[in-house]
């Protein structure tokens, strides 16, 4: 039997199509509800509304599961790396090895930035927050590299491999140098033989005298923190990049309207809060229950970063994911973090407060993804930029959907207007 919507308004009925998802989701399809009723629908913040259809995630809030184009994350963790995984979630299949080949060379072929390029960060202080610059120099891509760039759907389509590998190649390289930069050390360039993970940690660590070598466990635990950030539906960071995009922005200029909207604390930035948060309690001998009290105030400001999601209303199964590896990563490499320890006391502490517990707050996939950047020797100011190298696919495979969706709109939602009514124009003589 189909689905069927009415809307009662007054003593009138207006049926409604109905919309059944690949996974059974359910939508009403108010499209024309504005133009047969004079109505429109209102969901501030649009956390119960569809503002698209798409086949690149699936993720079910309720029940914890996140699938990238059908494979569910806990085996694309298992078994798969962040290149073959950027490859599935872009173009929609795994890669064969022939395919996997040509992606990681082309890659390969885009990770240097040119010296133009280089400029840029010249400009900043060396202060000068990492997700800024990272705005900065990835929307300069769209100058430097203009005839992938041109604003047109058609012409920049058929670029469009070569800009998706700038893409991601680039903001991986452009991360590395910013953290070079901040140093004050020397830009370390890509090397054609190295792997992505591998190339990023040498850019990130080696010095003109010794190469840094990755251990295979440090590049694995790398591999696995970027893929699975690397797409999650349509948050805040990518539904940013579909509005831009829609505007028939291309490629470069849409990721960059991404990385500003990741930067906020309560999206991409509650990583490095957390480990901040952890920091605090080590140094105040605290055990957790100052910050938790006062999260339980209510206040924005307060939070407990790290905890809660807009979706998952269950376990956000990438931290469950991420927590495992982070307790592997430190055994590993020999470290014993105390910040790990006071996050697992601080999760147990939540699972047993009837105001977490009843609001469905556990931990995000940002709780412990700081642990393991810390292991790995990214500083807390560059985890989002990391955050922003992961999430990278699912901006472009998201851009590529509203680029090639021919029926698509400019995104241009509406409001409820609650301002002044109709008034005069009063001379600045004869007001108050
Ligand atoms: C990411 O959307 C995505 O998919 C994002 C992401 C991705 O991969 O792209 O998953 C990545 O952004 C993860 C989230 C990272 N942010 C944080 O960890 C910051 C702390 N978390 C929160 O600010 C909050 O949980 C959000 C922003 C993540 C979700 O906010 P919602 O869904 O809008 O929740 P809400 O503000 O409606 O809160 C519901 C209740 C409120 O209490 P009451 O008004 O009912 O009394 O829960 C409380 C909130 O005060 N609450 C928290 C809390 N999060 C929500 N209380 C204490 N600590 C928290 N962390």
Redesign the pocket.
Known sequence: MPHTASVKLDDKEFPLPVMQGSEGELAIDTRKLRTETGYICYDQ?Y?NTGSCESKVTF?DGDNGILRYRGYPIEQLAEKSDFVETAYLVIYGELPTPAQRKAFGLLLRQNAAVETQMQRIFEGFPVEAPPMAMLTSIVASMASHHSELATNNFEKDLQNFDLAAAMAISKTRTIAAMIYRYQKGKPYIYPKQDLPFCENFLHMMFSEPYKEYIAEPEVARALNLLLLL?AD???????STVRTVGSSAANLFTSIAAGICA?SG???????G??LQMLQTIHDEGDDGTRFIAA??S???S???????????RNF?P?ARIIGKAAEDVLKKLGIKDPLLDIARNLEQATLKDD??VS?K?YP????YSGIIMRALGIPTNMFTVL?AVG?SPGWIANWHEVASNAKGRIYRPRQIYVGHTKRDYVPIDQRA
Do not use: I
Not at 302 to 312: E, I, Q, S, T
Not at 364 to 367: A, L, S
């Open positions: 913040g956390g993720l950030h999650h539906e349509q948050n805040c960071s990518t990741l604390p309560l999206h991409g930035g509650a990583n809060a957390v999260a339980k209510g206040s924005k307060n939070r407990l970063m790290g905890f809660g999601h807009a979706v998952y956000d990438r105001y977490f609001r707050l995000n996939v940002d709780f955050f999430r």
